[in-house]
């Protein structure tokens, strides 16, 4: 029984090796600008994420902070009978010191949420394997 070239060595004969690599050269150049597409499109997306996230933090830091002023003010000045004005004031910055570090929180856990380009990574760690020989081109 006689072996029949596969279509790939019917091309690899048929065609001259400047042609071959020409198609490798342009077949490594299409790859390469869907990578960075890819990654163009990630980094946008985790950037708008970044950015809402800050931006969150930045409005949480002013409503925080109005908040503090005109609370902490009635607070204090409702305590100021129960247990005298210097010991208000502190309970009052004890309450705000707390609320402080739960947006703190709040806020670090949205930056953290920021994943870079994953997908990006993943497909660029394919592209040594996919350069190597093939059964099919043996």
Request: aromatic residues 6%; without cysteine.
């Amino acid at each position: 029984m006689t072996d029949l070239p596969t279509p790939s060595e019917e091309k690899a004969a048929n065609t001259s090796l400047g042609d071959l690599l020409g198609e490798v050269t342009r077949d490594v150049s299409t790859l390469m600008r869907q990578e960075i597409a890819l990654a163009k499109a990630e980094l946008s997306q985790s950037a708008k994420r970044a950015g809402k996230g800050a931006g969150l933090l930045g409005g949480a830091g002013v409503a925080g902070h109005l908040t503090l002023v005109f609370l902490s003010v009635a607070a204090w000045w409702g305590l100021g009978y129960l247990i005298g004005n210097a010991w208000s004031g502190l309970v009052v910055a004890v309450i705000w010191g707390i609320v402080a570090a739960i947006l703190f929180v709040t806020g670090r856990k949205a930056i953290a949420s920021v994943e870079g380009a994953p997908q990006t990574v993943e497909t660029v760690k394919e592209i040594p394997e996919t350069l190597k020989r093939n059964e099919e081109n043996r």
